[in-house]
Structures are given as C-alpha cells and as structure tokens.
C-alpha cells in the first residue's frame, strides 16, 4: 500500500452546510478509501492555511489520483493537495536510486 497526506480547505459554503447539518466526515473518508481498497490512517481539521488532512493508505498513486478527482469534483472544496508519503524504512531504497540518477543526470548548460 502507498501511504498519502491530503491537505484540504473547504468553501465557505461548504463549512456553512455543515454547520446546518453535521456529519461524520471521518467516516465518509473512511468508506471513500475502503471503495478503492484503502484505508483511512488519520484525519484531522486544523487551524491555518489549510482546513486540514487526512492520511490515506490506497493501494497506488492511480488510486489517489482517482480519490482526488472525486473529492475535487465535488465543488466542496477551494483548495485539495496530495504528497506521497515515503517512511524512513524506505528511504535508502530511494536515496540509493536518486545516486543512480544523479550521476546519469546532466544539468542545464553542461
């Protein structure tokens, strides 16, 4: 499974409609996930800039791509980013690689 943070911020109608009625938006991440064979990790609303994030666990990038176009496409949302999360368990794999890349790389100019 690939491991996702998205960070989100809601319209002003948005936040208005739940106001009126509350639900549970864990719970409609949750099965947004599990339809894609995912899982929800966390979610959490925040203060700043943004309204706040969930980390998702789909099984790949098209996956999320394809929880992101949803979500997107819903008109609820003024601002949706999604990162790739990479754990400290995999990272040598992808140093080792970007080594490998780095010395095929030749920059602008050379």
């Given at each position: 499974m690939a491991k996702?943070?998205?960070f989100f911020s809601y319209?002003?109608?948005t936040w208005n409609q739940m106001l009126m009625k509350p639900?549970?938006?864990a719970t409609a991440?949750?099965?947004l996930a599990s339809s894609l064979g995912g899982s929800l990790e966390s979610l959490y609303f925040m203060f700043g800039e943004r309204d706040g994030f969930v980390v998702?666990?789909?099984p790949d990038a098209d996956s999320?791509?394809?929880v992101s176009i949803a979500v997107t496409s819903s008109g609820a949302?003024?601002?949706m980013e999604t990162h790739q999360l990479i754990s400290p368990d995999d990272l040598p794999a992808v140093l080792e690689k970007a080594a490998r890349a780095r010395e095929a790389y030749r920059p602008p100019g050379e």
């Open positions: 996702f943070a998205v319209k002003p109608e639900g549970d938006r991440v949750r099965d998702v666990d789909v999320a791509a394809a949302f003024s601002h």
